[in-house]
């Protein structure tokens, strides 16, 4: 187990995901459970598979997970639709996706929330054909992240403008009860992610790569949509939920200019601890040109720009450490337009990003940050809720805070 804060592994006692029953045969079981033997936790969850039917199981419908991407590629690792499954907790404090790789062979990807601690389950050294290893050598990393990430966000606020700006939000999915809002989530990322997870998977085949970033950012859209129902799921009158749309995926650099250094970087400092440095509201801006240049044979709610190099704050007056803080941007309370219905954030192939997404896409539909003044400040920031201005990981960032769910009640049901 990797301590993100320490930066150093850790030696724990004892973590398994098991599967319980007793005539597995191959097929996806019906319950996971996961143990958790370690200096700081000594329990054991269960979790039950999803129904693809139900709000709790937002994927995107089958056709676009075995439809092919934009590149002709080869030798697709595995059928999609019956090579995984989804997993939660009672309490959506726990998700998993199985991937099956053979009939003996089950990887598992996904994030389980402690008190104060989160671990995400990843697979790695995914390629095995690589040196001839065997089904039995199952490689994962288990990433345990502090309580206090030392990342933050910000905000775009643009002026109302004039009305033939806005359109009326059709594609928000209203079902027969108004209060029911499906926000569908378009998946957008540069080629920096592309070369990270060839990296940490080791994956030659471009079309298995492929394959698993599609299952990556769906559990990704599962766990923030886990987040939205979670918050709302007893509110009188407002349900959210979060669905992946679709994705679009840059495998070469010439794929994703919005997030180029020619274009949104910082001259004198092109890297930061090895990574690449870009401008946080540069390249909003810049994806959200991209975007809107992007001719699509389907509609969308919401475009998220995903980003494994550092965003960077514009603000000069802060030193280097706390402009790279930032991991995520959007527009605030601009969901219903055509020119602002987007996001950025850094993601790292790790579920590093899943907050973030949550907390950019309450800014989207009408969320400041708790523990500002007005209807934020009985809410604290310390709190740790998810429009906390910093990560602050604990059981209260897998939802909203009372005062954000006024806040996005109010945006919502006056722009039905």
Excluded at 190 to 208: G, V
Aim: aromatic letters at 10%; charged letters at 25%.
């Amino acid at each position: 187990i990797i301590d993100v804060a320490k930066n150093k592994k850790v030696i724990i006692q004892d973590i398994r995901i098991e599967i319980k029953e007793k005539k597995f045969n191959g097929f996806f079981p019906d319950s996971i459970q996961i143990s958790f033997r370690t200096p700081k936790i000594n329990k054991t969850i269960v979790l039950q598979k999803s129904d693809p039917g139900s709000k709790k199981h937002p994927l995107i419908n089958d056709w676009i997970l075995n439809s092919e991407h934009n590149e002709d590629m080869d030798n697709d690792m595995f059928d999609l639709a019956n090579k995984i499954a989804f997993y939660h907790d009672k309490n959506f404090t726990c998700s998993l996706t199985l991937i099956k790789f053979s009939i003996d062979n089950l990887k598992a990807l996904g994030t389980c929330y402690d008190l104060n601690t989160v671990y995400s389950f990843l697979p790695v050294d995914m390629d095995h054909n690589r040196n001839k290893r065997s089904d039995l050598e199952n490689p994962h990393i288990i990433i345990e992240k502090p309580k206090n990430l030392e990342q933050s966000f910000d905000f775009i606020k643009i002026g109302s403008g004039k009305k033939n700006e806005m359109v009326e939000p059709k594609n928000l999915n209203f079902r027969e009860n108004i209060t029911n809002y499906v926000i569908e989530v378009l998946v957008v990322t540069d080629y920096s992610i592309y070369q990270n997870f060839k990296k940490l998977t080791r994956l030659q085949n471009k079309k298995a790569l492929i394959s698993y970033m599609k299952i990556y950012f769906s559990q990704m859209i599962n766990e923030v949509n886990f987040k939205y129902l979670n918050s709302f799921k007893d509110h009188p009158e407002l349900r959210i939920s979060v669905k992946l749309k679709n994705f679009i995926f840059s495998t070469k650099s010439s794929d994703s200019k919005w997030s180029h250094r020619k274009r949104v970087g910082i001259n004198e400092i092109p890297f930061y601890k090895q990574k690449e440095v870009v401008l946080a509201d540069d390249t909003i801006m810049a994806f959200s040109e991209f975007m809107v240049g992007k001719k699509l044979n389907y509609t969308y709610d919401h475009a998220v720009g995903i980003t494994s190099k550092d965003l960077w704050s514009s603000d000069q007056y802060l030193g280097s450490h706390e402009r790279s803080l930032t991991s995520g941007m959007a527009f605030f309370g601009r969901i219903c337009s055509p020119k602002f219905k987007f996001s950025i954030i850094e993601d790292n192939a790790i579920l590093g990003g899943t907050t973030t997404l949550a907390h950019e896409i309450g800014h989207s539909i009408g969320s400041d940050h708790d523990g500002i003044q007005g209807l934020y400040k009985n809410c604290s920031a310390s709190d740790g809720f998810i429009m906390s201005p910093s990560i602050l990981i604990s059981l209260n960032s897998n939802k909203f805070s009372k005062c954000s769910i006024e806040a996005i009640k109010n945006y919502m049901l006056k722009n039905r």
